[in-house]
């Protein structure tokens, strides 16, 4: 299996040090930035897995750069927003609803947890969709079926 790459930015160096230290020992390729604007251009260059971003970012803040990259991939690359600014639910329900982030913690984050969260996120298990019929194939089957009830019910005609 190829390894997973994670873009990780943060305007804070030991921050980004310590996120991509967690990811690299679990043989994740990591990509870092320290500014929104880079981030985006690593992200369209890069074409990572999944993207753990603060949400405070200068050039282009977290939140923004979230609701961006989402609407361009209409949600097919996980964004975990981990932040020591933002602190409480109104900003992560705002985080999570309005601007389409898969996670959200606060600083000091619970590295297991955030592991946990990307993990899942990255997990190669097939979208139930795949396994799911199409509504044609659906509307088929129930329409066999009533037919064969229709059938069962009426009898032999004499």
Do not use: C, W
Request: hydrophobic share 35%; proline share 6%; no cysteine.
């Amino acid at each position: 299996m190829p390894s997973k790459k994670v873009l990780v930015a943060d305007y804070d160096r030991e921050s980004l040090k310590s996120l991509g230290k967690i990811f690299a020992t679990h043989k994740m390729q990591v990509i870092t930035a320290t500014d929104g604007q880079l981030a985006y251009e690593k992200y369209k260059t890069e074409k990572p897995d999944l993207i753990v971003l603060e949400a405070m970012l200068p050039k282009l803040h977290g939140f923004d750069l979230t609701s961006k990259i989402n609407e361009e991939t209409k949600g097919s690359i996980p964004i975990i927003i981990v932040t020591g600014l933002y602190k409480g639910a109104q900003y992560k329900n705002e985080a999570l609803r309005s601007f389409g982030a898969a996670d959200y913690f606060e600083k000091p984050y619970d590295e297991e947890k955030l592991l946990a969260s990307v993990t899942r996120l990255l997990s190669d298990e097939p979208d139930i969709d795949e396994d799911l019929p199409s509504p044609r194939e659906v509307i088929e089957m129930l329409s066999d079926q009533l037919k064969e009830r229709q059938r069962a019910h009426s009898g032999p005609k004499e």
